[in-house]
């Protein structure tokens, strides 16, 4: 089983990014995306149910990011628009079969993608 996360980059404030998780070996019920700021905890970004493709965000990025996937392709997705320099961070991609805003509650996991929001 392999998360692969790539398209973080350098943006500036206001600008988009569009991140990937590819997913192998498995398909998920629950996919999301996490974040870890400089000498913070990692915490919840958003999350997507594979098959009924309901989601849920955190308030932090309520109406600025959209999670979605593509069954086809088992490959999840996080656009970020709006962006602010205090969504820098590494984010994470994570899979498991229940819904958790916890990290805790996901086995799985991609390695990590740097996003750099600049002023």
């Known amino acids: 089983v392999q998360l692969q996360a790539s398209g973080g980059g350098l943006v500036q404030a206001g600008g988009s990014l569009r991140l990937s998780c590819a997913a192998s070996?498995?398909?998920?019920?629950?996919m999301g995306w996490f974040r870890q700021a400089p000498g913070k905890e990692r915490e919840f970004v958003a999350a997507?149910?594979?098959?009924?493709?309901?989601?849920a965000y955190a308030d932090s990025v309520k109406g600025r990011f959209t999670i979605s996937r593509d069954n086809a392709k088992n490959t999840m997705y996080l656009q970020m628009n709006s962006l602010k320099r205090e969504d820098t961070a590494v984010y994470y991609c994570?899979?498991?079969?229940?819904?958790?805003?916890?990290?805790?509650?996901?086995?799985?996991w991609g390695q990590g993608t740097l996003v750099t929001v600049s002023s």
């Open positions: 997507i149910n594979w098959s009924a493709g309901t989601t």
């Open positions: 994570a899979g498991d079969r229940y819904y958790s805003r916890s990290d805790a509650g996901y086995h799985y």
């Open positions: 070996g498995r398909t998920f019920y629950v």
